[in-house]
């Protein structure tokens, strides 16, 4: 009953983190048959289209919170990816690199010749921040530079990277320009092409590999722990109207625990308390969630798409909680969507 | 019983919506009492430190959903603003302008010549974007380009207008480089600077014309009800932890549908009904949720710090519904904090 795996449009290029969430969702896979895509929305149209069987996107980052991106194509404001789901999801830790170029070595005397493979960064951050009587606890940077960092005067990023190194950035290259680019590696490939030592990008160590870029600093992430959450996308089945199937195996296990499942919904905005309305249904049945999100509906201002997640699985034949609880939300919301559910791959 | 409205710090520089924002709601003050900041952080801090008496920081868009720098801010997770509340809010009409230089007329034959005034963007935008199997509802522009764009390279903006400009970029500037800056008004003054026309800017009228750039399309935003609403802050006095009151009348008026307060709190996640056990509270006292966040919570990977908005005022005495929904968010929640209650200036 599994879906066939053929083909996995990603959110590219290759060596992204979304790449790299690929390669440990579909390990037998060949290379051939992972297709990288420019945008977020290109992966749900080459699954909406049947391009791709599969897709990989990031959907929430543990330190800088969820990827709008993503949550805006599931709201669909212009039902161009009507039969999305997501199927399974994939945890990838980030550790964000500064790279660039060293011409030449860094002037400050060191005791052996430092070269673009440095051992991981060093421990001591005191005094990077001074802390004033307005901010008596700046956040320390977990990582010290490698290199002199005087002649960096451009930074390359996806535009959640800024927000994962805060501290290191603020600390040493305060105020230098910030460029966004659509994605960590394509910064990387930016900053190979300038060799002048002017450009930096934060992006991960196996972009920094690739492009053949020097590492600057490593690990400069702001949370010892940062990690992305990878969706796994597929294109909804006949099966999956009728009788709320979850694909993958078909059993009829209902251990709550094990599974999440993502829904959106809409509330009457002129009934102010339709919001508590809709979030009680799962409370009525015992359904714990794990997040929720809001975003405009795009269609009056003001006006909300939420997104929730709980513990739990819509069940083949609708007779499981999570079938029950969908259909009292038909009830309290104004509209609302399945959008899949799947084995929760979370371990704490 | 009100404060003395002395200094307002704003997200700057002059001329950026909060700069509107800050004149709409303190007009009869002196132009010399309003110092602009050059991030939303030193907003908070120049109210936190007092070296300004009130702020004023965007806080949400209507077609690009939350400011997540002002609600992570609200989180204060390095304890920097331990003393920062909303005490107001004005709602801003955004319409975004793409402006540059004209430095020849456009090559397109037209009976007047074209000038850097001309008026508004022509309604007929048929046929910009064709619709294919997977985007049979394209988004279509509001706006259609009043000069030749063939020249421009570089496109500059705060990275919130990108978002609100989705369907005028992608057609009629798609693949061109986007640089973001800190603000509209920042991108205007960079554009400004350079005359060689590949340079242009997503920003306010008011920012073209102060920078003496030329229209190359006006209204060029999604809806055409793009609002942004701001708050206004202030510090807390020593009645707020007392008594609860809101600062401005210290009247007892309790009509909730005129008031809005925001509130954070963090749940026990290894609880996973908490978030809906708090939610739960505001249910119980009738209390309608306008709005509601989750941010992560800087201290263990996925936990979150949520926030929501609800309708009602906390009020001097401790009596008030809204004081009992608190009481009970204590023994629900983790941990809360009350950021303030403030007269609705919401009129649908």
Redesign the interface.
């Known amino acids: 009953m599994a879906d066939k795996i053929e083909t996995v449009a990603f959110l590219g290029p290759k060596a992204s983190y979304t790449h790299q969430a690929t390669l440990t969702s579909f390990p037998a896979l060949p290379p051939s048959h992972l297709h990288p895509q420019t945008t977020i929305a290109d992966v749900f149209?080459a699954v909406?289209?049947r391009t791709a069987t599969h897709g990989v996107v990031p959907f929430e980052?543990?330190?800088?919170?969820?990827v709008?991106f993503t949550l805006d194509l599931f709201a669909d404001l212009?039902?161009?990816h009507p039969d999305i789901l997501v199927c399974g999801e994939v945890y990838v830790p980030v550790r964000h690199c500064l790279v660039g170029h060293i011409p030449t070595p860094p002037r400050t005397a060191s005791t052996s010749t430092s070269t673009s493979t440095s051992t991981a960064s060093q421990g001591d951050d005191s005094g990077a921040q001074t802390p004033t009587?307005?901010?008596?606890?700046?956040?320390k940077p977990r990582a010290t530079p490698l290199a002199d960092l005087s002649r960096v005067q451009k930074l390359y990023s996806h535009?959640q990277a800024w927000?994962q190194c805060n501290a290191f950035l603020s600390t040493y290259l305060k105020g230098v320009e910030?460029?966004?680019v659509s994605s960590t590696s394509r910064a990387a490939e930016l900053v190979a092409a300038d060799a002048s030592g002017a450009s930096a990008a934060v992006s991960s160590e196996i972009a920094a590999q690739i492009h053949g870029l020097d590492y600057l600093a490593r690990g400069i992430q702001?949370?010892e722990?940062?990690?992305t959450r990878f969706f796994i996308l597929r294109r909804a089945a006949e099966r999956d109207g009728a009788d709320g199937a979850q694909g993958g195996d078909g059993g009829g296990d209902e251990e709550t625990e094990k599974w999440k499942t993502l829904i959106a919904f809409t509330v009457d905005h002129e009934d102010?308390?339709a919001?508590?309305?809709a979030?009680?249904v799962?409370?009525t049945y015992?359904l714990?969630?794990?997040?929720?999100?809001?975003?405009?509906s795009?269609i009056?201002?003001?006006n909300?798409v939420?997104f929730v997640e709980i513990?739990g699985r819509r069940l083949e034949g609708g007779e499981g909680v999570v079938n029950r609880a969908l259909r009292d939300l038909g009830r309290a919301a104004r509209g609302w969507r399945w959008l899949g559910s799947w084995e929760s791959k979370?371990e704490?």
Do not use: C, M
């Not at 714990?288 to 405009?296: C, G, M, V």
């Open positions: 149209t909406q289209s980052n543990s330190t800088n919170g969820s709008v212009q039902h161009q009587r307005s901010a008596p606890n700046p956040l535009p927000g910030r460029l966004d702001d949370a722990d940062n990690e102010p308390g919001l508590a309305k979030l009680e799962f409370k015992g714990n969630l794990t997040s929720i999100n809001a975003r405009p795009g009056v201002a003001w909300y939420f513990k979370l704490r």
